[in-house]
Structures are given as structure tokens and as C-alpha cells.
């Protein structure tokens, strides 16, 4: 059982909730969501720790939030499992240590089997980081990739 | 001052080694390398803290380890900075915690500004992620994106 | 000298125009552009010639008006000259024949040397295509990539 | 049906040939290909209708040649169904008028449902362009994406 964060606890605001369930995501966030309807907001307060060489938050620590944020508009923010096929992201700024990061999906398309979701992560009221996913749904555990 | 990293410290082969200096990379590795001429070749071992809800690695783990393998292309290993501009991926088979994730970056070109890497990883001689990467050099630290 | 392409000669409404000068998107299309400040609008109406096995609109077809919307992003509909870098492209539903395509730009961040900008396009008020690109501008032609 | 299209009317090496049935593709190439085993190989002479604003080969018929190179990883050759996905590109160096432009297929994963291909497009031994594709194989019409 994953302990529960609290978003008060990492300086985001109280009205994201924790996804519970990913070991990896809690050790590199915690990352925070609600859902705007079919679209995933999501936040994330990086630290020391998430730094890279020019002391700007690491790509990597970028894309897993992305890639949260993404996952989180094929599940409707709900249980429903799903995989990342491909994740495309371009760095269009830095961001840095203390910075509130905060991600927007916007779903393009939840079809039978693949969504299609665009995410755009933010800090300071600018965006750093442009991301586009293919996901497929996992509804039915049988199923092939 | 990093600790010094050893790659038996973490089951991975004696050839490869550590590049210090990067707090995000050696928090969610160690990842090491070492270079085929100009031509990088990574290696990182996930534990169970790098797994997500499927019980496989995460995808933000395997693209950080890609962000590692191609940016030591844009650096030919040296010590020159550099920063990631776009980084795709496409999530092509699940990996394990406890594989030996083996990365191989193919220097497409090595330009004044830019650099073109792509990257494949490997667990087990499948490929589990096919990535490429435009990477922007910091010879000049005034340089402007 | 290219010839004057009119809007209305390709049932394209009146508000866009034609940016002249590029062979191979006047053979393709010709397509057609305004600009809602820095973001680009941008307007095609595939014909039989542009459809593939399916008998939807090819995908390269779609990737070249996407690259298109992406340069008038970096160019800001002037005549400066741009080269892509990179464009990642999701094919989120298919296009007929007759549909009147309609490109959005949207310029995340136009800085010195690059541009990232990206791109919806839509058939019929639903998005067909998702596109993100890295544009790098050429404003000094001795400038190297 | 299609008219025949022969390498040689198009300064092609014979040992290609030619996959009949998709418009767009014929009138922007025609392409020509081989299998080498499970991977495309495949050639492009491009034209002046083919230029852009730089005098360069325009990005969209690269990507054109692109996708085509790899739907061919995804159908093995045959007349088997498909749709792209995603498609990724980089432009790392211009090919000009003229060139013979030679694409070479990676089939990754040729999965159930899916396939992974990445592509190089190379002039005069050098590469010029970069992709990577997701494509779905569509054996049964009656799949939902």
C-alpha cells in the first residue's frame, strides 16, 4: 500500500489530489491532478534532487511529468490502465528548482483504443515543455500491443 | 563534489562508467557509459523503486536513461554542455526491474549548433525504446536558443 | 515569378492568402494563410489526387500542410526564412477528399535561433492531425545549423 | 488502375519497384522499393516540382517518402492494410534536385496490432532525414482505432 500524499506537504495547491499505485512516479514526483472534465491539470514542485548539470530541473524529470499528465487524460483520471506507445517532447524553456510546475492535457481523441493527448507544462506563467502522446487503453488485459 | 559511482556497485559491466555531475541523472540511476568512437554506449540496472503500476519500468525512467544515451552523443562523453531541444519516443516493448538496460546513441550528425542522436534501449536483446533527439551545444555559455 | 494563387479558385474562403514562392507546396496544394497575430491560420481543400489506398488524405500530404502552418509560425508570415528541424506528427483521425482543412498554429516560443510552434489541423470541426515542430530561423543565411 | 511505373522512366536502379494503388504517393514520386527481408528499402529521384523557397527538397516530400518507407516496414511488402499513427521527424541535413534519395526501413516491432519502424532517408551517403513511426496494421477493417 503507497502512503498518501498530500499536496500541502510538497507546496501545491489543495485542490490536486495523488494518483495512487506508480512507485516510480512517487519516488521522482509526488506529481498531483484533478481532472477539468476529459482534461488532466496536473502539478508538480520540484526540488535539489531534480536538478541537472546547468541547475535547471532535468528533461527526464520534465518528461515523467509530462508523460503522467498525458497518461492521465487516456484514464479520465479513473483506475483504468493504460500504456504509453510513443511521448514527444520538445523544451521550449527551462525550468528550476522551487518553480510550481503545472501541466495541462488536453485530449484529443479517446477512441476505442488509442488517445491522443497534447500536454503543455508550465512555470512562471510560461511554458517549458510541449508534449504529445499516443496511448493505448489496457480495458481488456488480454489484449495485444 | 559527487560521490564516485562504480558500476559493480550496481550490477552493471566493468567497461562502463560513471559522468558526473548531473543530480537528477544519479538520483534516478546511476546510469554509466562508455564510447565507441563517437558513438555512445549506456548502461543502467532498475530496481523496484523504477517500476510503475504494471510492475514495469516507467516510460519518464526509460526516457531519462535515453536523455542520458543521447546527450552523450551531443558530448562525444566530454565534459561539453549541452541541452535537449526535442527528445520522441516510442515505447516499443515493456522492460523488468532487475534487466540490464543497455542504451546504443548513433550520432546521425554532429553540427556548429546541433546535434542529431538517435537512441535505441535494449533489455534482454529486444528493443524497448526507440528514441531521437535534437540536442543544442553550449560551447559559448552566451549562446541564445 | 509563381502565378497568383486565388483562394476562391479553390473554395478557400476570401480571408486567407498565398505565400508565394515555394514550388513544391504550390504543386501540392496550393495553401493558403492568415495571421490572428503571431499564430498562423492556414486553409487547404484536398482533391481525388491527394488520397491514398484508403481514399482519406495521405499523411505526408497532411505533414506537409502542417510544416507549412509550423514555418508562417517562425516566420510570422513575413518573407524570413526558416528551415525545420524537427516535426512529430500524430494522425489522430482521417480526411476526405472536399473537406476544407483548417490549420491553427500556435507559437510557443519564438527565441533567437528557434522557433517551437505547433500545430492542430482540422476536417469538419474535429482534429485530424497534431503536429509539434522546431523551426530554426534563418535571418542570417551564413549562419550555420 | 494505376498506370505501371517503371525505375528507369524515373533514374531509379531496377532492382525497386513499384506498389501500386496509392494516389498521392504516385503524384508526388513516384516511390519505388524492395524488401530486404522484413525491411524497405526504397528510392525517390526528387524534381524541381519538388523544391522549396531554399531550392532544397521541401521537408513534406521527405516525410511523404518517409511514411511510405515506413508502411512498407508495417505491411512487409504486401498488400496488407495500414494506418500511420505517429510519425516523427528530423531534418539533419537538405537533399537537393537530382539526388537519388535512398530509404532504409527498421522494423523494431511487428507486433499484433501495432509497428515500430524507424527510417533513414540518406543522398549521396549522407542522411538527411530521420523518422520514426507508429503504424497500425488494419487486417480486419472492422478494427477501431
Chains 1, 2, 3, 4 share one sequence.
Not at 27 to 56: K, L, V, W
Amino acid at each position: 500500500m503507497q502512503p498518501a500524499f498530500k499536496p500541502e506537504d510538497y507546496d501545491v495547491p489543495a485542490e490536486y489530489r495523488h494518483w495512487p499505485g506508480d512507485t516510480a512516479e512517487d519516488n521522482i514526483g509526488p506529481f498531483f491532478f484533478y481532472m477539468d472534465g476529459p482534461h488532466p491539470r496536473t502539478a508538480f514542485r520540484p526540488r535539489e534532487e531534480h536538478s541537472n548539470t546547468h541547475r535547471t530541473i532535468h528533461g527526464g524529470i520534465l518528461m515523467t511529468f509530462a508523460d503522467y499528465t498525458a497518461c492521465l487524460g487516456a484514464s479520465g483520471g479513473e483506475q483504468e490502465s493504460s500504456a504509453t506507445i510513443s511521448l514527444n517532447t520538445e523544451f521550449v524553456a527551462p525550468a528550476h528548482v522551487g518553480d510550481l510546475l503545472l501541466g495541462e492535457g488536453e485530449v484529443l481523441r479517446r477512441g476505442h483504443s488509442l488517445v491522443f493527448v497534447r500536454v503543455k507544462v508550465y512555470a512562471k506563467h510560461r511554458v517549458v515543455l510541449a508534449a504529445s502522446a499516443v496511448i493505448k487503453r489496457l480495458r481488456d488485459r488480454s489484449e495485444k500491443k
